[in-house]
């Protein structure tokens, strides 16, 4: 192959902006020359590939067995011809002749080449993303918004794109071309075919990144962060603990007139963030989880994993947040399963009215409190609760809603037949009375 200053500038131009290994990118031009050769010439003929470093060029050599007589013309040749080109050369011994790669190898030979080369240099374009990245991965980094395709947002990071996925990028905040971001790199993939860095912005690892950036106590380890919970761009709670008396955790991670907490709420477009005391107790854990609710009671079952917070019942609304979320978020920081009830619902629990409805099929401690504070506080009351209204407020079909009712009337009526049926002992009892009023009369 020819051309072998400009080959070797090529080569080293190539080596040096993409920063590929100048070794690697010799042995994929030799593949790639030797699958040409072996689409121009086919499998049979011994060919061998080989970089001429000193001339900068290319080489392919054939090589054939020196015979007397020739049976196959690609891969013998007559010892007569092959004097011409080796007088020394002696029967059975290897001819090796060089070729005239660029005359011989063809246009479609030359396509081939060009294929194998690019593929050989998006591979070692990997490889030097990865070594580049891995020892970055779970760090946060910097780049600039490059462009968008289906959703996914594409970010230049230097030396390559990173990709933000739609499920990464917080709701609320867009972003145009050329804006700078910052993202926490949450996988190097190593053998990807399309992208190798994948970001995030909405992780709970983002968050405490961010937190480890802002406050100098946790980048030291005096200040520890448990866990975070986050529903992103909307609000986050995240736990944390000090290892040394003096130094207040919540206090370090706010900063004076909260400027740490608000560089990081600003950096998460307003997601407003909790910041809770951690403590190994779950039952103060989940009272400093649910603020800015008061607790008043906690019921701890260890073996269900699961935490009953007790609140005032003005407090209700508030330990549950809207549409559930302060709740929501204190259960995925403490990793517990948490039910919230004002004290009149828990004292409510204890009443038999209670207990018939949590008797019927369908039925739990959250459907019950929802029909208490309706108005339908026991089975005999559910069991005449007009159809629509009993499957609004539990949220069912009317079909369940039927069934439900169906066997509370059951529960009533067994209730009530119970209830005026008289004692099996009366006739006895009323027997033992007479008896004693004799007695008094005689005694008169």
Known sequence: MSGGENLKRILDQICRDKGIDRALMIEAVEEAVRSAVRKRYGGKRDMEVQFNEELGEIEVFRYRTVVDDVWDEESEVHIDEARKLAPDIELEEDLGEKLDNVSELGRIAAQSAKQVIIHRMRDAEREVVFDMFRDREGTIVNGIVQRFERGKMIVNLGRTDAVLPREGQIPKRSYKQGDRIRAYLEEVRHDARDSQLILSRTSNEFLMKLFELEVPEIAEGIVKIMGAAREPGFRAKIAVTSSESDVDPVGACVGVKGARVQNVVQELQGERIDIVPWSPDPAKYVSNALAPAEVSTVIVDEERHSLLAVVPDDQLSLAIGRQGQNVRLAARLLNWRIDVKSERNYHDMGRPGYLSLLAVDGIDEEEADKLT????????????????????????????????????????????????????????????????????????
């Open 373 to 444: 504070a309706a108005g339908l506080d026991s089975a005999a009351k559910l069991a005449t609760a007009p159809l629509a209204e009993l499957a609004e407020i539990i949220s069912v079909d009317e079909d369940q809603a039927a069934l439900m009712k169906l066997q509370a009337a059951g529960f009533a009526e067994a209730k009530e037949t119970k209830a005026v049926a008289p004692p099996q002992d009366t006739a006895d009892n009323s027997s033992g009375q007479q008896d004693v009023d004799d007695e008094l009369n005689s005694e008169e």
